[in-house]
């Protein structure tokens, strides 16, 4: 893939200079539009720093973790198309349907600041522009497993979740890492209802969250993130079903006890707590044993783990026989 290399001024030639900034602020202001003039900056200032957000990416491709699924017929399986991962979407916040960019799209990404909590030296929160700028960007090929048996081969940019512990620094007593989405219901109108747990939670055991496949993803197919996707920042853990790579991540927090995520509170009977790809174990509706790619239709053979058997398989010693690895 090409590379493009970030020059220092790149990050900064967009920014819309101070001085116009406020000009624009005080002229809408005297007109008496206070209310609107608010509105309309914070929209300015989002697609300032989301223009400045394309300046990073394409990122150089790690090649170590692309799995290369034979496909029956065709040879290898390939990439997802864009169009289809991008538009065919579980985003909760936003409806029950997989066509969810349009109001997804009132998401205001920038600012957006996470904070780092519980058990760690000094609880801080950063802006995720001042987040990428401490972490190398890569990208990595993905296969994403939903738990309604549909799977994508998506090239995801962003860095290892590695990176969040080494810039948290926990303590020796935290076992779990907690990841909230956003709560704001003006703007992801099934906030409003309140049989659901809002916010969406994950939960990793901080060894999973160390294991070399957690990425913390920040664009997709060379791009920024779209807030479909989970703009500006989201969770992918490969080796499990789609539902544990939370999206547009507001904190992270390290606890030492193991709260519930989202779909475990709601019903545990079928979205298990482990999680991990298994095709033996079936959901209490359907099969489990096969995928089918949302860009083809075609389908696969789900393996244990996704695939990813040779990396994740340390962490669930004894537990390999068992239901475990799913509840
Ligand atoms: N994160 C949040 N905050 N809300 C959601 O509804 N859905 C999950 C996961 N992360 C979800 C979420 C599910 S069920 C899946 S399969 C994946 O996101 C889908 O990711 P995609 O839309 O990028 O394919």
């Known amino acids: 893939m090409f590379i493009k290399k970030n020059k220092e001024w790149d990050i900064y030639k967009n920014i819309t200079s101070e001085k116009t900034f406020l000009n624009r602020r005080t002229i809408l202001k005297n007109m008496g539009f206070a209310a609107i003039s608010s509105n309309l900056i914070m929209q300015t200032a989002n697609a300032v720093s989301i223009q400045n957000r394309d300046s990073l990416y394409p990122v150089e491709e790690n090649t170590k973790y692309f799995i290369q699924e034979k496909d029956i017929k065709d040879g290898i399986r390939k990439l997802t198309d864009e169009y289809k991962a991008t538009n065919y979407n579980n985003y909760y916040e936003f409806g029950t349907t997989k066509n969810i960019k349009r109001s ?94 809002w916010p969406y939670t994950e939960v990793l ?99 244990i783990y996704n695939g990813y058997k040779q990396w994740v398989n340390y962490l669930y010693k004894g537990m390999e026989n068992s239901s475990n690895l799913y509840r």
């Open 104 to 197: 997804a799209s009132k998401l205001v990404t920038s600012p957006w600041t996470i904070s780092f909590t519980g058990m760690i030296d000094k609880e801080f929160g950063i802006d995720i522009d001042d987040l990428t700028k401490k972490v190398e960007l890569e990208e990595r090929v993905y296969k994403l497993r939903c738990v309604e048996a549909w799977s994508m081969v998506v090239p995801w940019s962003g860095f290892s979740l590695k990176d969040i512990i080494k810039i948290a620094q926990p303590k020796p007593e935290a076992k779990y890492l907690v990841m909230k989405t956003f709560f704001d219901p003006d703007k992801a109108r099934s906030q409003r209802q309140d049989w659901y747990p």
């Open 205 to 303: 055991t901080i060894e999973e969250a160390k294991n070399e496949l957690s990425f913390i993803a920040t664009g997709v197919y060379g791009k920024p993130l779209p807030n479909q996707n989970g703009s500006p920042l989201r969770l992918i853990v490969p080796w499990k079903y789609g539902f544990k790579s939370i999206k547009s991540i507001v904190s992270f927090e390290f606890v030492a006890d193991r709260p519930k995520s989202f779909w475990e509170a709601i019903q545990p009977k079928e979205y298990g707590f482990w999680a991990n790809v298994n095709p033996k174990v079936d959901h209490p509706r359907w099969s489990q044993a096969r995928d089918k790619d949302i860009g083809t239709n075609k389908m696969y053979d789900t393996k």
